[in-house]
């Protein structure tokens, strides 16, 4: 009997194996239905998200308010802090323990972030790559966390994994509760020109250090009703899921430093010169150009030294989830106002002589621009200050401030490639603070929805700035040669940052290209800005996911774009669209021989048989085709339906063209025609995705003219990305090879 059993067991289990392959192999083919709803991709709606894309009336977000006190030692470029963090428990739910993020920790010698990538024996390496590889000592730069209390003072348990330490709370923290405990830790200050990462210092020649610090304390991770603590590692290419909150920060540096930092200085008259005090005040009311506050002489000045007294800046800030420093003796600063609403907003540069001419010439002009851009296409830049900081190699994002690279030759000669990169790199970190400062996207999860949005909006921004500016990204054209070859066998947009090969083209580029190509192509610019626009106002200062982006374009605009989220983000899929055939029609009264006229429906009944006109196919292009008036049954019919008026406004076609498109590529994407006739005219039509709903393969459309058309061109301004243009003409052109 057990045998018997042991055979049924298998054979019922061979069965359900062999449905489970059937059911998994159907979820990885694509469906040849590529215009049905995203239920099976996207999260189900509730009270915290709605199908809207809107917050739900149950939606909820934590808070972490932060008190700091932080030493920096530039002799020994090491930073101690002590830190008081009060968080808010929103959520419905208990909390037994609180998970901190340690960034920093990527720095540690033996951190599992350098060995989470295959490597090999380079067959030559230069000295200095050797050195660093195999001699050297590895630089200890991670957190040393000295304690952990409570409010009285009493240690609190805690555990750290890597990037992440929990936090065991005595007891739960219930809803409506909060708790507030204190972190004291120091740790090494990386040379980011050494040792890599998104902040550290820079060591000039004369011996200054140049500082952005970021990462530099522990920070709370975001607890929330999509993945409850997010508390995935820092490996390093994701960057950071963040908690809004309130700071209040005490930074102390050596005297002969100027800083900037995220938030409200507190006390200037401490840190400025009475001369440096009257210029700001100056550039506060300075909307056209900037005020110099530091000058390039102060600054040249400062840097010939090394002061040994320390001086104390005082920054707070609100709303904010994180907090950046820069500081130096090295920074010049200057700073304007721009008008953005009923408000005046700073817009401020700091850099070194290095960065001069440039900086002086352009930062402090792009900040302002940026925030005026930006805020035209979402809301009103909320913060009083947005400040660009001139660091070697970097370009990075905070709130109100940001890092950004480019510098002149030691002669001050710029070339365009330096020019446009710095201006390109500048609105790209300011507009970060819209993308994912305020609209608090999951950096750590999704890439894309910070760097991919904030990059459409660059380009839109750098269009604005000059018209022909060299921009890298955004135009449909420029991910083609990324698509049509580099992307094969990798991965879509919507997959988890970590596992991302080609970052620039996978979480900028492409998802950038995608909403170009929807603002001009599919939905038009009216409807695509409002619809942004409202995604932007309903998550500001909130946690989105692309579901919410996703709907949110579609609840505001009245337009279905299930199937370009599908294709363009959850796939790798291309589009090439082809002109297959064209065949060229003539009207006649007179039926040729063997023709059948189907009986005519109801809703027609005039066409009766004898009152019908005949296209027939010209296939030589020679065959008479008799005009309008010339074919009695149609003549009648005028007659009889309209006014003599009513006729002179008829359209009067002598030529009919029935063109089949065919699409070798798997997305479906708008068909744009480019009819050019005779006479060098030219007219443009447009057709929607959806004429490729009811056949993948192939389609056909009849274009009736009063001219002969000498050529047609899909896609002639390269709007769509279409990834093969060779059968894009009719007729048929040569195309040029790479030595022509």
Not at 600 to 614: A, D, I, Q, T
Request: glycine content about 6%; hydrophobic content about 35%; charged content about 25%.
């Amino acid at each position: 009997m057990k045998k018997y059993t042991i055979l049924l067991f298998l054979f019922v289990f061979q069965i359900a194996f062999a449905q489970q392959k059937e059911t998994d192999k159907q979820k990885s083919e694509p469906t040849t239905d590529k215009f049905r709803q995203m239920y099976d991709l996207l999260a189900t709606p509730n009270m915290y998200r709605t199908a809207s894309g809107a917050p739900g009336p149950e939606y909820y977000q934590q808070q972490a308010d932060y008190k700091m006190d932080l030493v920096l030692d530039d002799k020994k470029a090491r930073l101690d802090g002590v830190e008081t963090i009060t968080y808010h428990n929103n959520a419905k739910e208990q909390l037994d323990y609180l998970w901190i993020q340690l960034d920093q920790n990527s720095q540690n010698p033996n951190s599992v972030t350098k060995k989470r990538n295959s490597n090999s024996v380079d067959p030559a390496i230069s000295v200095q790559g050797f050195s660093k590889n195999y001699l050297e000592e590895k630089f200890d730069g991670g957190f040393k966390i000295e304690y952990v209390k409570d409010a009285s003072g009493k240690a609190l348990l805690y555990t750290v994994n890597e990037t992440m330490m929990r936090i065991d709370l005595p007891k739960p923290l219930l809803h409506g509760e909060k708790i507030s405990f204190t972190i004291k830790w120091w740790y090494n200050i990386n040379n980011y020109m050494v040792q890599g990462g998104r902040s550290g210092y820079e060591r000039f020649e004369d011996g200054n250090n140049l500082y952005v610090l970021a990462q530099f304390y522990p920070r709370m991770a975001v607890y929330n009703d999509v993945e409850g603590w997010q508390n995935m590692q820092f490996w390093g290419s994701g960057e950071f899921a963040l908690t809004f909150g309130n700071y209040e920060v005490n930074i102390t540096v050596p005297a002969d430093h100027i800083m900037e930092a995220t938030g409200v200085l507190q006390n200037p008259k401490e840190v400025f010169t009475s001369e440096q005090l009257k210029r700001y005040a100056q550039a506060e009311k300075s909307y056209d150009n900037p005020v110099i506050i530091v000058t390039q002489a102060e600054a040249m000045q400062a840097e010939k030294g090394f002061s040994d007294k320390k001086k104390t800046w005082k920054f707070k800030a609100e709303n904010v989830r994180d907090f950046g420093i820069s500081t130096s003796r090295k920074f010049i600063f200057d700073a304007m106002a721009v008008k953005l609403g009923d408000k005046d907003v700073m817009a401020t540069s700091l850099y070194p002589k290095e960065g001069n001419p440039l900086w002086e010439q352009y930062s402090t002009r792009v900040v302002a621009h940026t925030l005026r851009s930006y805020s035209k296409y979402t809301f009103d830049y909320p913060y009083p200050k947005a400040v660009s900081v001139n660091a070697q190699d970097q370009g990075m994002e905070y709130p109100m401030i940001c890092w950004n690279f480019g510098r002149p030759e030691k002669d001050g000669t710029t070339s365009d490639g330096v020019k446009y990169g710095m201006i390109g790199v500048i609105i790209h970190e300011v507009g970060h603070n819209y993308f994912p400062m305020i609209v608090n996207s999951d950096e750590r999860q999704w890439s894309w929805m910070d760097e991919g949005l904030n990059t459409f909006l660059q380009y839109l921004t750098e269009l604005e700035f000059q018209a022909d500016f060299p921009t890298r990204r955004g135009p449909a054209k420029l991910i083609v040669p990324y698509m049509s070859g580099e992307q094969s066998g990798l991965e879509p947009i919507m997959t988890n940052s970590e596992n991302i090969r080609q970052f620039g083209n996978n979480a900028y580029a492409k998802p950038a290209t995608g909403l170009n190509i929807l603002r001009e192509v599919v939905m038009g610019r009216e409807l695509f800005d409002f619809a942004f626009k409202t995604y932007a106002n309903r998550w500001k200062f909130k946690h989105p996911t692309p579901e919410d982006f996703f709907r949110t374009m579609e609840d505001a605009s009245a337009v279905d774009l299930d199937w370009f989220w599908r294709g363009w983000f959850y796939t790798t899929w291309v589009n090439d669209i082809g002109i297959k055939e064209v065949k060229s029609f003539v009207v006649t009264d007179k039926a040729p021989a063997g023709i059948k006229v189907e009986q005519p429906s109801r809703r027609n009944r005039f066409n009766l048989e004898g009152k019908m006109v005949y296209m027939i196919e010209d296939s030589n292009g020679k065959t008479k085709a008799l005009k309008i008036e010339d074919i009695k049954p149609l003549e009648e019919y005028l007659k009889s339906n309209f006014t003599a008026e009513e006729r002179t406004k008829l359209k009067t076609p002598n030529y009919f063209y029935q063109v089949t498109f065919d699409k070798p590529g798997e997305l479906v994407m708008p068909i744009l025609v480019e009819l050019t006739f005779e006479d060098g005219t030219t007219e443009n039509h447009s057709f929607p995705a959806q004429i490729w709903r009811l056949n993948d393969k192939e389609v056909s459309r009849v274009f009736a003219t009063e001219k002969k058309i000498s050529k047609i061109v899909i896609d002639p301004k390269l709007l769509t990305a279409d990834i093969d243009v060779t059968n894009n003409t009719w007729p048929k052109e040569a195309v040029k090879s790479k030595f022509d």
